[in-house]
């Protein structure tokens, strides 16, 4: 592989759409080279997505885990940011289009991510957001403290318990570590702020399809993980698979049982899907998808055929290692990125490079404030000292970006205290107290939903479930005292 002679002349122009872990990776490797850099991201910032979970339930605020990408490549004199979502590449013309402006690249870095998954139910999406963005992090934080504050003016003893009722859908370490956070919060930081509930009365349900959670980790960490999650107080529910939502409760499937649970706020963990670029690219370079949507890459991280295309990070799909697919994690991202820049530099100068290997330095979840657990090759770790690492490691890379030392002095500060100090309910748009007030009406207009939303719901729900199956099937709503 090499680049037509008229590149080397004049001053290579490298694009690289997305500012996340591989995109800024990429940048920051091209810092010194002789080549002029523009990244383009639809955002101004960074985000560090594994913190996400922080913000989501009042830990973090958004600034804590974000940097802008103008401070963090400030340094780096030949590089250029743009902010706009680049909707059209044309590999023919080499220029990829924004809004208002066509630029002419040399070589292309696609790295723009994922998104979720809902398996063909993109119907859910509203009822239980995903955690990806900030954003997502923010409408989380909203649904689950508006919860608990409708929970504290209902009378309603089974209406109370829907609101204090959490499903989390999804058993991977974002899962994981949002059902701790979530658990830490209803059964410790909150129990002194309600008057009319007891917040450690709240149900918060973990649900993962498979047999068990984190299952890309050793089983016993497996195991480990959901003994420490239920200590916190979290009902962990494996070879389960939800079939139906609406917004006052869900229903799902554990074998051939059904049953539906009451619950107001449902969060979406599960799954992941390349972002829509994946699928320009398909269209536009006839570009290779896998199931995930993600495109399947050569060696080099090229499209095959397009050898100054390179696609990086989560929406691609790499699998010349071993024959897998690498992992959707962060470090997939940055040594993606690292090694793409890195190939340009030394095409330019006419030399080639070993091929790219990835090191996989292991995996880290945390689940609550005392626990997490670690897998570094023949190394594994649970409990407090896991916990200790994965700070380090986290608080590592945030310094890598930014200086977060805030971070971490907020972070010692709320081990201590138990405290949540970002606990808002903001509503961009629109005022808060509307939307909370909203909340209620809608469950007392409901036609029926007030009364006899338990025998309605079950109803239709037995009927698609015996019209599947032709077996009759047993379903329940849990309650305070358990399954009825
Ligand atoms: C909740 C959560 C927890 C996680 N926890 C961990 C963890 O603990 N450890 C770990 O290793 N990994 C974790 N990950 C995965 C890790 O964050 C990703 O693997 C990593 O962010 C992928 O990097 P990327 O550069 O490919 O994409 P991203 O970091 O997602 O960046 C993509 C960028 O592209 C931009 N973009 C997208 N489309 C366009 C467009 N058309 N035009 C312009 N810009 C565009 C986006 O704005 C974004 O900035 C987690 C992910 C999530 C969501």
């Known amino acids: 592989m090499s680049f037509p002679e008229n590149q080397k002349k004049s001053i290579h122009h490298v694009v690289i759409i997305g500012g996340g872990f591989g995109g800024l990776y990429a940048a920051q490797t091209l810092a010194k080279a002789p080549v002029k850099v523009t990244l383009i991201d639809k955002r101004n910032f960074h985000v560090f997505q594994p913190l996400l979970y922080q913000v989501a339930t009042g830990g973090l605020s958004p600034a804590d885990i974000s940097s802008p990408l103008r401070g963090i490549l400030r340094h780096n004199k030949n590089t250029e940011i743009l902010m706009g ?6 590999p023919q013309k080499q220029t990829v289009q924004l809004k208002y402006r066509e630029i002419s690249y040399d070589s292309l870095i696609v790295a723009t991510g994922a998104n979720h998954q809902y398996f063909g139910h993109e119907e859910w999406a509203d009822k239980a957001p995903g955690l990806k963005t900030i954003e997502d992090a923010l409408e989380m934080r909203r649904r689950i403290f508006i919860a608990f504050e409708s929970a504290e003016k209902e009378t309603d003893p089974k209406k109370r318990e829907a609101w204090l009722t959490f499903a989390i859908i999804g058993g991977g370490p974002a899962g994981v570590e949002l059902a701790g956070a979530l658990a830490e919060i209803a ?46 107080g979290v009902t962990v529910l494996t070879g389960t698979r939800v ?30 899907k390349a972002s829509p670029m994946a699928q320009h690219l398909k269209e536009c370079t006839g570009a290779e998808l896998d199931k995930a949507g993600r495109v399947i890459v050569d060696r080099n991280f090229n499209i095959p055929g397009n050898e100054n295309i390179f696609v990086i990070g989560d929406v691609a799909n790499y699998a ?24 340009i530099k030394s095409l330019l100068q006419g030399k080639t490079i070993s091929p790219f290997q990835y090191k996989d330095w292991g995996s880290l ?15 594994k770790l649970s409990g407090f000292l ?43 748009g ?48 849990i309650s305070n005292s358990g399954l009825d």
């Open 187 to 232: 059964h410790g930081t909150l129990t002194e702020d309600f008057r009319n509930i007891n917040t450690k009365d709240a149900k918060i349900i973990l649900i993962q399809s498979s047999d068990r959670i984190l299952p890309s980790y050793a089983p016993l960490l497996s195991a480990q993980a959901q003994a420490s999650l239920e200590q916190l």
């Open 365 to 379: 979840a945390v689940i609550g404030k005392h626990a997490a657990v670690v897998e570094m090759g023949f190394l």
């Open 243 to 272: 079939t139906q939502m609406n917004n006052q409760m869900i229903t799902v499937r554990h074998s051939d049982e059904f049953e539906s649970i009451k619950a107001r706020t449902v969060l979406w963990t599960a799954g992941m």
């Open 320 to 343: 010349h290692q071993d024959g897998k697919p690498l992992p959707g994690v962060a470090s997939v991202a940055m040594q993606s990125g690292k090694y793409v820049a890195n190939l």
């Open 386 to 428: 896991a916990w200790a690492f994965w700070m380090f490691i986290h608080v590592f890379y945030l310094l890598e970006f930014d200086n977060k030392l805030i971070v971490m002095i907020q972070w010692a500060w709320s081990y201590f205290t138990m405290d949540k100090g970002a606990r808002l309910i903001t509503t961009p």
């Open 85 to 90: 979502e680049v909707k059209n590449i044309d």
């Open 430 to 477: 629109e005022h808060p107290t509307i939307q909370l007030e909203e909340h209620d009406e809608n469950l007392a207009q409901s036609p029926g939903l007030s009364q006899t939303i338990e025998t309605v719901l079950l109803t239709e729900e037995n009927a698609v479930v015996k019209n599947q199956d032709s077996n009759p099937t047993k379903s329940y709503v």
